[in-house]
């Protein structure tokens, strides 16, 4: 089956780093996304990991190991903007044939003053 | 990035009624469209996969009757939530699928909030 496990709540203040962790099992891997999503907003795209590494964009980046089915986000000069939900979500080729994305819980970042 | 809207952005119903919702893609084709269920605080939950020209996937649980799904072109696919009740309420999300092969992501519209009475 597929399976995916993140934090439920982390809390951070500004100008920190924070990171925020994420485990897979998947059958079919094919690619990790991370979102971001505001409170009664619709997600926004953040980063894709489909090979080992981390990808650097600004504040964020992500890091991905397949044989450890883990990923982390990481967010650097915290902003109180960045208090938001962030999702982790897996791309299995194994789902239908149309590449559909199973969404971790969400991991809701606090950042105080 | 891609954009993609939806309409309406937020809408109140009496129970028993029908709904439609639109998805569309503004700058771009998109032949594959996903709708997303998502209740408070809770992750999005695929409920079907749209395909432009041909009938809708749905996940198991997830009733076809019920959730109408019409892909009509490549800029648009609509969800209708038929005899809407209570339970029904939520947070509906649809993206479009944008790229090829290891390319491809998904671009969100902003949602629409459903409450039903």
């Known amino acids: 089956g597929q399976n995916i496990d993140q934090p439920t709540e982390m809390t951070a203040t500004e100008g920190a780093i924070v990171q925020i962790n994420c485990t897979y099992q998947?059958?079919?891997?094919?690619?990790l996304f991370w979102y971001q999503q505001h409170a009664g907003e619709a997600p926004t795209f953040l980063s894709y990991n489909v090979l080992d590494g981390l990808e650097e964009k600004g504040r964020f980046s992500s890091f991905l190991s397949r044989s450890k089915g883990y990923s982390y986000l990481l967010l650097k000069e915290l902003q109180m903007k960045d208090s938001a939900s962030y999702l982790c979500?897996?791309?299995?080729?194994?789902?239908?044939?149309?590449?559909?994305?199973?969404f971790g819980a969400g991991t809701r970042l606090a950042v105080h003053p | 990035g891609a954009v993609v809207s939806q309409h309406p952005s937020w809408v109140i119903c009496k129970s028993g009624t029908s709904v439609k919702i639109e998805c569309r893609s503004l700058d771009f084709q998109a032949t594959t469209m996903f709708w997303y269920r998502q209740f408070p605080k809770q992750s999005l939950m695929l409920m079907a996969t749209?395909?432009?020209?041909?009938?809708?996937?749905?996940e198991q649980g997830v009733e076809k009757d019920k959730f109408l799904i019409n892909h009509a072109s490549l800029t648009l696919s609509t969800l209708t939530v038929t005899s809407a009740h209570p339970e029904d309420s939520s947070f509906y999300i649809c993206?479009?699928?944008?790229?090829?092969?290891?390319?491809?992501?998904?671009?969100f519209g902003p949602g629409t909030r459903l409450l039903v009475l």
């Open positions: 998947t059958s079919g891997f094919n690619g």
């Open positions: 749209s395909n432009e020209g041909s009938k809708a996937t749905y």
């Open positions: 979500a897996v791309r299995d080729r194994f789902s239908g044939g149309y590449n559909k994305l199973i």
């Open positions: 993206s479009a699928r944008v790229g090829r092969g290891g390319q491809e992501t998904q671009y």
